[in-house]
């Protein structure tokens, strides 16, 4: 055994603090009492394992030169400011394509971290430091360019559609192959071009994966790229070996992973299958026309929901498209006061990001525990009189219950269709993502309302003051 | 195989049950904050980065340690601000809940 230094010891078990703190800081975020508090343990440790690192570097005398210092303490304003900016200006309904960006930010500081260990070592890497510096490199660098395409593509710089790639999947799979050829070359010669060779690919096979993936598939790719910026963490960890990115990022990775399987499991669909096929149906919208509908105005939305007993809020994106949380509130306000019970159904996929719908809502001070996920709401919906449907359709679509041709077969959907009435708040009949139709608007009781949903809520709260 | 990479492999293996584990435990409601406070985490990169940026010589190593600073503290300091904004929202109101 090699007797440690007191030093040594120390930067070991402060590293193993930073650790512990995340773990703690994630476990507060298992209820909404203690999250707040859970995120600020899990930035105690990002502070202790910073101060560690320069401590580390100091006791050792690496931190040399006076360009050394200022690298580093510019890099720390720079980047501290940039997020600072960034997170305290952003809009709530502009959540998702934020975390994108931060996830791209992420993925990209540890293939730069892995890139900079190739550029300044002298010796050859062992096979297994190889290996871990090649995955970081790789799967840094397709979170760094997937996340900026996810970010586009939120925030309407590129459309939401699908956009083709010549070749289709097997173009991805090709990119993907030589990446990993050139990354194993690089690793068995020493050569290091090999690296930036794939480093070159996984940068280019980021942009054409996501590219194909469209708007409503996003939950999923938004969630397995940050279970990407955690790996890619823990495999620079191995890189320069140090415990605390290993701890963290491995923790990272598995909160990522498990999302991106809740999200495949609500939307019945493989990860592969989302990741690599097209989707969506060939309803054209001449043929989704044709069909009557009941239309409701803000008169009749209105009756129905101040006479009701029991009201479900069902919440899609179109709600955060309207930015009509607030108006949500204030209707709901309106009806509790009138002793309507008033709640509020979020389908897990419901929105752009896991967990979307429940952050506007709680920006409009509703409370938490009205918020209802899959489980609770669906066993509710018989005893419910009116279901109200704001900016959401493939979520309550029932040919996901009773079609076997339909695209979305099998997908775990709110059943709303149980209600003793529902009104749907859309701005036309339009198919939605998966472009198939919706049973459920031509049903007896539905009732359309078309308008924009904030708009809409607006219209249906003064009729209600009215009655 | 060093012995310091098999530890680390433990550590990794170790760390991804634990996390595992707890964040299956996190209700939906709660997702979005999740996801962008372990975006933050993942910006543990950060020490790696430090560590780039003082070791490294050269202009391509002091560019490339730079660059890993700035995207790392984005995360970081981005990560936890907006996490913690975002949770100040999440509130009980008192007695409408049935």
Same mark, same amino acid.
């Given at each position: 055994?090699?007797?440690?230094?007191?030093?040594?010891?120390?930067?070991?078990?402060?590293?193993?603090?930073?650790?512990?703190?995340?773990?703690?800081?994630?476990?507060?975020?298992?209820?909404?009492?203690?999250?707040?508090?859970?995120?600020?343990?899990?930035?105690?440790?990002?502070?202790?394992?910073?101060?560690?690192?320069?401590? /580390?570097?100091?006791?050792?005398?690496?931190?040399?030169?006076?360009?050394?210092?200022?690298?580093?303490?510019?890099?720390?304003?720079?980047?501290?400011?940039?997020?600072?900016?960034?997170?305290?200006?952003?809009?709530?309904? /502009?959540?998702?394509?934020?975390?994108?960006?931060?996830?791209?930010?992420?993925?990209?500081?540890?293939?730069?971290?892995? +890139?900079?260990?190739?550029?300044?070592?002298?010796?050859?890497?062992?096979?297994?430091?190889?290996?871990?510096?090649?995955?970081?490199?790789?799967?840094?660098?397709?979170?760094?360019?997937?996340?900026?395409?996810?970010?586009?593509?939120?925030?309407?710089?590129?459309?939401?559609?699908?956009?083709?790639?010549?070749?289709?999947? +097997?173009?991805?799979?090709?990119?993907?192959?030589?990446?990993?050829?050139? &990354?194993?070359?690089?690793?068995?010669?020493?050569?290091?071009?090999?690296?930036?060779?794939?480093?070159?690919?996984?940068?280019?096979?980021?942009?054409?994966?996501?590219?194909?993936?469209?708007?409503?598939?996003?939950?999923?790719?938004?969630?397995?790229?940050?279970?990407?910026? =955690?790996?890619?963490?823990?495999?620079?960890?191995?890189?320069?070996?140090?415990?605390?990115?290993?701890?963290? =990022?491995?923790?990272? =990775?598995?909160? =990522?992973?498990?999302?991106?399987?809740?999200?495949?499991?609500?939307?019945?669909?493989?990860?592969?299958?989302?990741?690599?096929?097209?989707?969506?149906?060939?309803? &054209?919208?001449?043929?989704?026309?044709?069909?009557?509908?009941?239309?409701?105005?803000?008169?009749?939305?209105?009756?129905?929901?101040?006479?009701?007993?029991?009201?479900?809020?069902?919440?899609?994106?179109?709600?955060?498209?309207?930015?009509?949380?607030?108006?949500?509130?204030?209707?709901?306000?309106?009806?509790?006061?009138?002793?309507?019970?008033?709640?509020?159904?979020?389908?897990?996929?419901?929105?752009?990001?896991?967990?979307?719908?429940?952050?506007?809502?709680?920006?409009?001070?509703?409370?938490?525990?009205?918020?209802?996920?899959?489980?609770?709401?669906?066993?509710?919906?018989?005893?419910?009189?009116?279901?109200?449907?704001?900016?959401?359709?493939?979520?309550?679509?029932?040919?996901?219950?009773?079609?076997?041709?339909?695209?979305?077969?099998?997908?775990?959907?709110?059943?709303?269709?149980?209600?003793?009435?529902?009104?749907?708040?859309?701005?036309?009949?339009?198919?939605?993502?998966?472009?198939?139709?919706?049973?459920?608007?031509?049903?007896?009781?539905?009732?359309?309302?078309?308008? /924009?949903?904030?708009?809409?809520?607006?219209?249906?709260?003064?009729?209600?003051?009215?009655? | 195989?060093?012995?310091?990479?098999?530890?680390?492999?433990?550590?990794?293996?170790?760390?991804?049950?634990?996390?595992?584990?707890?964040?299956?435990?996190? #209700? #939906?409601?709660?997702?979005? #904050?999740?996801?962008?406070?372990?975006? $933050?985490?993942?910006?543990?990169?950060?020490?790696?980065?430090?560590? $780039?940026? $003082?070791?490294?010589?050269?202009?391509?190593?002091?560019?490339?340690?730079?660059? $890993?600073?700035?995207?790392?503290?984005?995360?970081?300091?981005?990560?936890?601000?907006?996490?913690?904004?975002?949770?100040?929202?999440?509130?009980?109101? #008192?007695?409408?809940?049935?």
């Amino acid at each position: 055994m090699i007797e440690l230094s007191f030093t040594e010891v120390v930067i070991a078990l402060g590293y193993l603090a930073a650790g512990v703190l995340f773990i703690v800081g994630l476990k507060g975020l298992t209820s909404p009492k203690t999250a707040r508090r859970g995120n600020r343990i899990a930035s105690i440790g990002m502070l202790v394992a910073i101060i560690i690192v320069i401590f /580390d570097l100091v006791s050792h005398d690496q931190i040399s030169s006076n360009t050394a210092w200022a690298i580093i303490g510019g890099g720390v304003l720079v980047g501290g400011a940039i997020g600072g900016y960034l997170a305290l200006r952003v809009k709530m309904t /502009d959540m998702p394509q934020l975390v994108a960006a931060f996830n791209g930010f992420g993925g990209g500081a540890s293939a730069l971290v892995a +890139a900079e260990v190739i550029v300044s070592i002298e010796a050859a890497f062992s096979v297994e430091i190889g290996v871990t510096t090649a995955l970081s490199l790789i799967i840094g660098s397709i979170t760094l360019t997937g996340s900026f395409i996810a970010y586009a593509k939120l925030q309407g710089l590129i459309g939401g559609k699908p956009v083709a790639i010549p070749g289709g999947p +097997a173009t991805n799979a090709i990119i993907a192959a030589a990446t990993v050829a050139a &990354s194993v070359f690089a690793i068995a010669t020493g050569n290091t071009t090999g690296y930036w060779i794939a480093t070159g690919l996984a940068l280019v096979l980021g942009i054409t994966a996501v590219l194909p993936i469209g708007g409503a598939d996003m939950p999923v790719v938004i969630s397995l790229l940050n279970s990407f910026s =955690g790996l890619a963490a823990a495999m620079a960890g191995f890189t320069i070996g140090n415990q605390a990115l290993i701890i963290g =990022g491995a923790l990272v =990775g598995a909160a =990522g992973l498990i999302l991106t399987l809740d999200m495949s499991v609500a939307m019945n669909r493989s990860i592969p299958n989302i990741l690599f096929s097209g989707f969506g149906g060939t309803v &054209s919208d001449e043929e989704i026309g044709t069909k009557p509908v009941k239309r409701a105005t803000a008169e009749d939305a209105a009756i129905a929901l101040s006479y009701a007993e029991r009201v479900i809020v069902v919440p899609g994106y179109g709600l955060a498209v309207a930015q009509a949380q607030y108006a949500v509130r204030d209707l709901a306000n309106a009806l509790e006061e009138k002793g309507v019970e008033v709640h509020y159904a979020i389908h897990p996929v419901a929105g752009r990001m896991p967990g979307h719908m429940n952050v506007l809502l709680a920006e409009a001070d509703i409370s938490y525990d009205l918020l209802l996920d899959l489980d609770q709401s669906n066993p509710r919906f018989g005893q419910t009189d009116v279901v109200l449907v704001i900016g959401a359709n493939d979520v309550i679509n029932p040919a996901a219950k009773n079609d076997e041709n339909s695209p979305i077969y099998g997908m775990p959907i709110l059943n709303v269709d149980e209600a003793t009435t529902v009104i749907v708040v859309k701005r036309s009949l339009s198919p939605g993502f998966a472009g198939i139709d919706n049973p459920l608007f031509y049903e007896e009781g539905t009732m359309m309302y078309f308008a /924009d949903a904030k708009v809409a809520l607006e219209e249906t709260l003064s009729a209600v003051n009215q009655l | 195989m060093s012995q310091e990479f098999i530890q680390g492999v433990v550590v990794f293996v170790l760390a991804s049950f634990v996390g595992f584990e707890i964040i299956r435990r996190v #209700p #939906p409601t709660l997702h979005t #904050p999740l996801m962008s406070g372990a975006n $933050a985490i993942s910006g543990i990169t950060i020490v790696g980065a430090i560590i $780039a940026a $003082a070791t490294g010589s050269g202009i391509a190593a002091g560019v490339l340690g730079f660059l $890993a600073v700035v995207f790392a503290m984005i995360n970081v300091i981005g990560g936890f601000l907006v996490t913690d904004r975002m949770l100040e929202m999440f509130k009980k109101v #008192p007695g409408k809940s049935r």
